[in-house]
DNA sequence: GCGCATTTTGCACGCGCGAGCAAAATAGGT
DNA sequence: ACCTATTTTGCTCGCGCGTGCAAAATGCGC
């Protein structure tokens, strides 16, 4: 490590001139698909070690019209399962080379602008993994150029310009509420997340019109604002408050794991109940802390890693082979329900 | 919305003739601060709207050697306050202008390859909010260019060319100790996170020789492999078993929530003991949950808006107007301990 | 060693914008 | 209205690299 290397950037033209060969040369050697001999390959690398050269993408990003970065929306950063998204799509985003753009979407308002912030860096993609995006957000954001692919990650839109990749909600739901009816469970409750989006989750229809189904019967909803434990918490506690034995619930079944968990607290330290003795839950994402001594949750895990997978295909333009709403989970049996 | 604006990417050429001006003039109107009139601003900005104009920051990036772009590193998933500070990070990093590549680092050795990734993007800054950097990460990285500033976030280090942005760990850690000797406790077990990370904290140092000084007799440490739940769940339950009332702690002092919350689950569900009637516990950061029914955690809360805002001024070349590694926070006093 | 097919290398041009200065427009004073 | 001080606008050049093709080098069969 010579003196001379501060912070002067090196480029591939310092790397050439070193190598004895040309630019552009230099530039294929860095690129696995390239028309190069190998031992000029070697030589070129062996130059860029010397030198600290690595290829700047953003140069490469603006020549090429591909910038191998994408832009990650969340708004649900009160979700702990969100920690474990993240942690697979930037991981293995970067497996594939890719590059993760972080973008905190306050509110259903911001999705626009933020959506812009992404276009602004030339993303090859927008993954949106929130909750709050709105058919008219997104409409907006495909009138807008250079989002060239619109992702919806564990979420589902009819939209035709999005590309939705999640596992079979119905499927999955159906999977749940079978196990719950198998339990002999007679009075459920369906635990809602906020009604408004309609880049959603089919597990709330699933759920009731399968009880419907079977027990002929309606299965009552109540919706909490956002998938926040907290506010679970306080929407069951008002809401189960003063029911005697026999009008309360005997399970619920909750639309994430996020709710779940507030909804055990409330249900244990605001009404006095044993879970599962009293009340069951079921979950949905088997999110951090879900398989806690505490919590012992029966939910439902999606096979992120399977779709994170399929995610990649998409980006890369093949053809994913795994249709990309139908993604099969399990359930996770524990002693919550 | 006319048909002709699908993907082809409009650049401020377009909006100058439509405008009736020069590109140059086009690029200013977006610029807060450059030196244009108000008329030809708001008749650009109007121009801009109808074409559906943005500036790419990509392009702007590479011509002016400043990216606004910053990369924020992680390798520590399993703390759920990182979502936290991610999100405050990202929201306050956006509002003044900056975005955020996430790069999410394996482990050490992954570390310098996760650096040189942020490099080849022309990042501001570096900012690492993981645990695992040790010295000869650090060092690296400064050696190679283009990362022209590495900060790290919540964490210190005495390498001279890093920035350390974090609250007095001395001073927080002393406010524990004195609180947990003030309520009498009187035998302490340190539980601490990874004992190899050289970007540290001082808080087991600091606890440990505040509890030597008051109480002439050393306080045990237990180190546990990393900031995991589940691992610390799995160490105090090994550690603690089969100890008498006599010979066992009554207060777990533990680096972060993300052990307290796994000693708590491992001392009531794997010992069977009743916190903090048979055994105190204390945390820190006040992750989420930590307020939670469930664990009642007594920690100690960082003041996150107030560390990114020197984070920006960090960023902006301002001089601070806090000392950096001085930032104050509170200790919560809940039921835990 | 020759002729051809094939691989490897070099190059003109442009991606969209910014720094810094020169030209043009405007304001202010008399 | 005229001259100067100031603001506003236009422009040259280059940031580091990719595309697509042409030139050079290499390999192969005989």
Known sequence: MTQDDFTETVTADDVATLAGVSRWTVNRAFKPEASISEKTRTKVMAAAQQLGYVPDLQAA?????????????????ANPHKLVMMEKLTRILRQNRWDTLLVNTLDAEDATSALLTASQRRVDAAVLI??????????????????????????????????????????????????????GYQRPLFLAGPQTVSAHLHRKETFVA????????????????????????????????GLTDSNRPDVL?????????????????????????????TGFDDAPLAASPHYRLTTYRQPLADMVQG???????????????????????????
């Open 253 to 281: 079944v909750c639309e994430n794991d996020a709710l779940a968990m507030g909804a055990i607290d409330a249900l244990r330290y605001e009404l006095g109940l044993q879970v599962p003795q009293d009340i069951a839950v």
């Open 130 to 183: 929130g909750v709050q995006f709105d058919d008219q957000v997104l409409k907006t954001a495909l009138g807008a150029r250079r989002v060239r692919k619109l992702i919806l990650f564990a979420r589902q839109s009819e939209n035709p310009n999005t590309i939705s990749i999640c596992c079979d909600d119905q499927a999955a739901m159906t999977t749940i509420a079978d196990y719950v009816i198998a339990q």
């Open 61 to 77: 990003s603006l020549a090429s019209d591909r910038s191998n970065l994408v832009a990650l929306l969340v708004d649900d950063f």
């Open 311 to 337: 995610l990649v295909q998409v980006l890369k333009g093949e053809t994913p082979d795994t249709p990309l709403t139908g993604f099969e989970g399990e359930l996770i049996i524990r002693a919550s329900a």
């Open 210 to 241: 399968r009880w419907q189904a079977a027990k002929d019967h309606p299965c009552p909803v109540i919706p909490v604002g956002a998938y926040d434990p907290d506010l679970a918490y306080q929407t069951v506690a008002e809401r189960l408050q």
